[in-house]
């Protein structure tokens, strides 16, 4: 069954046919995620979400773009919230002034960087890239993700994020020049 | 090419031709700085390229499943409420249809009623018990976006009365010297209309949630149909062209000065957790006019996901048309 059939049985609602389009697309999903989020919980998290999204909103794609496009779209949509939420929660503690020494109202927030555990399954130059990756601008890590990670062409880009192709390539250029920054001391792991 | 140019060129590596990326590594060959340059930026990108995968198991469509069930379980119970409910608001969206067309019509009533006051809209505008007898059950299909013509009291009785049998409901009697309910004593305010509906419902009602589904769902559920209107149990069609706009019928519902028939989407939220829905809105809707908000249709289903998600619980009734939708937020 193509993509086209299946789809159009997820419409009917075939819940056979959404899981055959989940296993299709998750490992995608998950691992575009574990880019934008630097964080293998969270990844998880956000490309549940996707998929709901994905269901729920089914019915309202109308195969202007094309289904990959619109699934992508999503996702790099549910992991800006993602980002958000984590921002607006290290705001929160930041502004609450003193800490509450009972362990039990402790906060805790999610690390953004990648875990130990991940960091031992990568060399040390992915370790290296994988940091720096974190540390950047979300805008540049989107732009590195779709183009070097998923390895999206322009108009690909610019159809997921909704931006211009000019707009892709200058912030591909100002994302490389920022990977460049944070890689600088780490010049000699890639020579 | 000197060294300027060439950092000007690796800053716009990825846009380079194969000409000018020769130019490059002509260069790096005869300047060791360069070259550096040019390896270092070549390393990284090949490391970004082959950074480790995450595996995804089983697991995940297994968990997605079990979410996804939850969630249809809980919008079960929103279909449920609404049919508990759907007299009450076909009701109210019916005495809406008749407020609206006789006030789209009032010139004509002014002339045809001369002094006489009584208005049977009176009873009807402003019964909205669900038994009342002069509640006229909606119509089926509604052309979107119609301006309201001009009908004389007669053709609106029987207006009424064939979409009722079409869509086999109880018939409404619609006098012809009615008028419509005014809020002051002068027979000139007759564009505005009182009625204050008890309960609240959409111009046009429609539940999003897909039919409910008295146990877990297997995974090869029967298809739903998406492009048909959907109908209630007993066959009554959801759907009103009741005209919505400015003049303030109530406080939830309103009528445009030109008598333009469109359609606002109600989203009723319980009050208690108002709050958490209004903080998913606004990241949702695309603005706002007056007390409306307004969305893009292909943003709604996402909307209605993240609320669920929040544990919110809430109804919606919104039109069905691609681009802007317009709605309201009503607390219960």
């Not at chain 1, 995620?33 to 019915?59: I, P």
């Given at each position: ?8 049985k997820c419409k009917n609602g075939d819940r056979n046919a959404f899981g055959e ?171 | ?189 007759v564009q505005r209309a009182t009625a204050t509906p008890k309960s609240t419902a ?131």
């Amino acid at each position: 069954m193509n993509e086209a059939e299946l789809i159009k049985k997820c419409k009917n609602g075939d819940r056979n046919a959404f899981g055959e389009l989940v296993t299709m697309y998750q490992s995608k999903v998950v691992n575009m995620s574990y880019s934008l989020l630097s964080n293998r919980e969270d990844a998880f998290d956000a490309a549940q979400e996707v998929f709901l999204r994905v269901y729920r909103g089914l019915d309202n794609f109308r195969e202007k773009s094309s289904f990959s496009t619109w699934i992508y779209r999503i996702t790099t949509n549910v992991c800006s919230d993602f980002l958000r939420k984590r921002q607006r929660t290290i705001s929160t503690i930041s502004v609450s002034g003193a800490y509450d020494d009972d362990e039990d109202k402790e906060l805790e927030i999610r690390d953004s960087a990648p875990t130990p555990e991940e960091y031992a399954q990568a060399n040390e130059k992915q370790r290296a890239v994988m940091r720096a990756l974190s540390e950047i601008k979300h805008e540049y890590r989107e732009i590195i993700t779709l183009f070097d990670i998923e390895g999206m062409n322009y108009e690909e880009i610019s159809d997921v994020l909704k931006i211009p192709t000019g707009t892709v390539k200058s912030r591909l250029n100002r994302a490389r020049g920022a990977m460049r920054k944070k890689l600088s001391e780490n010049m000699e792991l890639f020579e | 090419m000197d060294c300027d140019m060439f950092l000007n060129m690796l800053d716009n590596y990825d846009n380079l031709s194969e000409l000018e990326k020769e130019q490059l590594s002509n260069h790096a060959k005869e300047c060791e700085s360069c070259r550096r340059e040019l390896e270092f930026l070549e390393s990284v990108i090949a490391t970004t390229k082959t950074l480790p995968k995450l595996e995804v198991g089983e697991d995940f469509l297994k968990d997605l499943n079990l979410r996804i069930d939850k969630e249809d379980i809980k919008l079960n119970r929103h279909t449920r409420h609404f049919k508990r409910n759907w007299q009450k608001y076909s009701a109210v969206a019916a005495s809406l249809v008749l407020v609206a067309v006789i006030g789209a019509n009032s010139d004509m009533f002014v002339d045809k009623m001369g002094n006489n006051d009584s208005g049977v809209i009176d009873e009807v505008a402003t019964t909205v018990a669900p038994k009342s007898e002069t509640v006229a059950l909606p119509a089926t299909e509604t052309p979107k976006n119609e301006p309201s013509k001009s009908e004389n009291a007669e053709k609106t009785e029987k207006t009424v009365q064939t979409q009722n049998a079409d869509t086999k409901t109880e018939a409404v009697t619609v006098r012809e010297n009615a008028v419509p309910a005014v809020s002051g004593n002068s027979q000139r305010n007759v564009q505005r209309a009182t009625a204050t509906p008890k309960s609240t419902a959409a111009a046009t009602l429609k539940p999003t949630a897909k039919p409910a589904q008295e146990e877990m769902p297997s995974y090869t559920s029967e298809p739903v149909a998406t492009d048909e209107p959907q109908n209630d149990d007993n066959g009554y069609s959801l759907t009103t062209d009741a005209p919505v706009g400015q003049y303030a019928m109530g406080e939830d519902y309103s009528i445009s000065s030109s008598g333009t028939m469109y359609e606002i989407g109600i989203m009723t939220v319980n009050s208690k957790q108002y709050d958490r829905a209004m903080g998913i809105l606004i990241e949702c809707i695309n603005g706002s006019v007056g007390d409306c908000y307004t969305i893009n249709a292909s943003d709604l289903g996402t909307l209605e996901a993240r609320l669920t998600n929040a544990g919110v619980e809430f109804d919606a009734y919104m039109p069905e048309h691609d681009g802007i939708i317009t709605f309201k937020i009503v607390k219960y």
